[in-house]
């Protein structure tokens, strides 16, 4: 059975570095052609995909937000971490991990709220 | 890159048939999009992905016969039968386009199912 949870703080200030941790069970980020992203919905609106990355290390992000992020996974501790810089009050959203196979989005984390204030 | 368009909310009685849209832009009637079901409050869910062939791989765990998806042109439906009250939920669509660094994955602004 695959899960996977997310972990980060719920609450940042603005100008501040965002670091959200996935940490996933039942599959392997080493098995070729499985992926990990990260998608978020700001509250009430629609989801926004951010980043992916392949179990070869590839990585892809969102060009409208491609300059504030970073996607890193440590396959020994199944874990997959985000960072996005100069976080703003429009970033405050439910962000989510999902795990990606075959082009789809296959199951999906419940998501940590985080909420960009002063 | 495609636009995927939902319309914002519907709603079917109990028991009923609805069926769901979600439009691709023009020049992009080849694409597959997927499915997702969000209920309220929690993350959501693999339904299943759709082509102009129909469905293309297998449903999501655990979503039920009633759960059924067709293909024209640039629309994308999403038919539930027999509605039950644990249908009631938000329904997105999403496509990828692309390859290598010019990636992107799109989502529609999703569609509220209320169940009367």
């Known amino acids: 059975q695959i899960t996977l949870k997310e972990s980060g703080p719920t609450l940042v200030k603005p100008t501040q570095t965002l670091t959200l941790t996935c940490t996933f069970s039942g599959f392997s980020l080493s098995t070729s052609g499985v992926g990990v992203g990260w998608i978020r919905q700001p509250p009430g609106k629609a989801l926004e995909w951010l980043a992916l990355?392949?179990?070869?290390?590839?990585?892809r992000y969102s060009p409208s937000l491609k300059s504030r992020l970073t996607i890193t996974k440590d396959t020994s501790k199944n874990q997959v971490v985000l960072t996005m810089t100069n976080m703003d009050p429009v970033d405050t959203a439910t962000y989510y991990c999902?795990?990606?196979?075959?082009?789809?989005?296959?199951?999906w984390g419940q998501g940590t709220l985080v909420t960009v204030s002063s | 890159q495609p636009v995927l368009t939902q319309p914002p909310s519907a709603s079917a009685s109990l028991g009923a048939s609805v069926t769901l849209t979600c439009t691709l832009s023009s020049g992009y009637s080849n694409y597959k999009v997927d499915w997702y079901q969000q209920r309220p409050g929690k993350g959501p869910r693999f339904v299943m992905r759709?082509?102009?062939?129909?469905?293309?791989?297998s449903k999501g765990d655990g979503i039920p016969d009633r759960f059924s998806v067709l293909g024209s042109g640039l629309n994308r439906y999403l038919t539930i039968k027999n509605i039950q009250e644990e249908d009631e939920s938000d329904y997105h669509c999403g496509a990828d386009h692309g390859s290598g660094s010019n990636f992107v994955w799109v989502f529609g602004g999703g569609t509220k199912l209320t169940v009367l």
């Open positions: 759709v082509g102009t062939g129909g469905i293309v791989g």
């Open positions: 999902a795990h990606r196979l075959s082009s789809s989005w296959s199951i």
């Open positions: 990355i392949y179990w070869n290390d590839d990585k």
